[in-house]
Nanobody
Framework: QVQLRESGPGLVKPSQTLSLTCTVS??????????WSWLRQPPGKGLEWIGY???????FFSPSLNSRASISRDTAKNQFTLTIWPMAPEDTAVYYC?????????????????WGQGTQVTVSS
């Protein structure tokens, strides 16, 4: 059973950097044909795809982030990390990491093969 868990700060100031880590168990992040995604849901809005990393470490992002996001990984720890800079109040959301076997961007978390419980990130001074 694949399990994902997000961790990181709950509060970030505007213009600062957000780093969120997804720790994976039950599957290696280097397994072929797996896509490791980050998504978020702002208050009162729908799920938004941020980007994903493939098993080779290549990453792809939504244009809506205006090149502010990156994804890195630590294969020894089986973790991948989302970084967004600079953060703005409109980045306030619940952030999720998720796994799928396709590059398709799903509209609902339940369409992914596995996902974390989510972590609240608030951007405020």
């Amino acid at each position: 059973q694949v399990q994902l868990r997000e961790s990181g700060p709950g509060l970030v100031k505007p213009s600062q950097t957000l780093s969120l880590t997804c720790t994976v168990s039950g599957e290696s992040i280097t397994t072929a044909n797996k896509h490791w995604s980050w998504l978020r849901q702002p208050p009162g809005k729908g799920l938004e795809w941020i980007g994903y990393m493939t098993h080779t470490g290549s990453s792809f992002f939504s244009p809506s982030l205006n090149s502010r996001a990156s994804i890195s990984r630590d294969t020894a720890k089986n973790q991948f990390t989302l970084t967004i800079w600079p953060m703005a109040p409109e980045d306030t959301a619940v952030y999720y990491c998720a796994l799928s076997g396709t590059s398709y961007v799903f509209k609902r978390l339940s369409e992914y093969d596995a996902w974390g419980q989510g972590t609240q990130v608030t951007v405020s001074s």
